[in-house]
């Protein structure tokens, strides 16, 4: 199994643009988070779906940000509009319930500017 | 929302040495203990995990040793090599997958 696959690995962007993270979980998982990495916050999960559907999206920081998952091979993480805050490596990582094992991709590295 | 309290925040330990990383949790909920371990550049990786009906458990040189009367757990990493400089996480979840993670730990072992 390839494990689960972000895209891109890097991002540049300059402040105010729209950014699309993506993430294709392993085959079979029924679970999918989205992380976030600082420095300063250390790993903090922003929301995740079981079966495609959001369950807790409390660690969303605000209507900036937004996730999608339209089928269970999927998923998107979208910052509309970007700010330099926001700069910080995004995980994405799958599971499959009720095995709580979470697989982690290599991660999409956000520099806004 | 800090829910795992984890330290130290760094660590050097000489090689051969057993390194100790702790942590604390709030929420007796919990049922799940895994620690994670990241290199640079890499997403994190499950290392060992522990449920609290069992107070140790050991995985070759990785130990995680549990007190659920105190709310804590640690891991230890015996004969500590150079391989295993990383940033460790220890993490809680409750069943419902949603787990939480402490702040981490990086560990340099010393050649």
């Known amino acids: 199994d390839a494990g689960v696959i972000q895209s891109p690995r890097h991002e540049v962007t300059e402040m105010g643009q729209e950014v699309t993270l993506r993430c294709k979980p392993i085959s079979g998982h029924n679970s999918l988070f989205w992380y976030r990495q600082t420095m300063m916050r250390g790993l903090e999960l922003l929301i995740y779906?079981?079966?495609?559907?959001?369950?807790?999206d409390s660690g969303m920081p605000e209507d900036r940000f937004s996730a999608k998952m339209p089928n269970a091979s999927f998923s998107t993480l979208k910052i509309q509009p970007s700010e330099p805050r926001d700069s910080a490596v995004y995980f994405c990582?799958?599971?499959?319930?009720?095995?709580?094992?979470?697989?982690f991709g290599a991660g999409t590295r956000l520099s806004v500017l | 929302q800090q829910q795992v309290k984890q330290s130290p925040q760094s660590l050097i330990v000489q090689k051969g040495g057993i390194s100790i990383i702790n942590c604390a949790y709030e929420?007796?909920?919990?049922?799940?203990f895994p620690w994670y371990q990241q290199f640079p550049g890499k997403g994190p990786a499950l290392l060992i995990a522990i449920r609290p009906d069992v107070s140790e458990k050991k995985e070759g040189r990785f130990t995680i040793s549990f007190n659920k009367s105190a709310k804590q757990f640690s891991l230890h990493i015996m004969d500590s090599q150079p391989g295993d400089s990383a940033t460790y996480f220890c993490a809680a979840s409750m069943g419902n997958n949603d787990m939480r993670f402490g702040a981490g730990t990086r560990l340099t072992v010393k050649p």
């Open positions: 990582a799958s599971s499959n319930s009720p095995i709580n094992i979470q697989y």
């Open positions: 779906f079981n079966n495609n559907v959001p369950i807790d």
């Open positions: 929420n007796t909920a919990f049922d799940y």
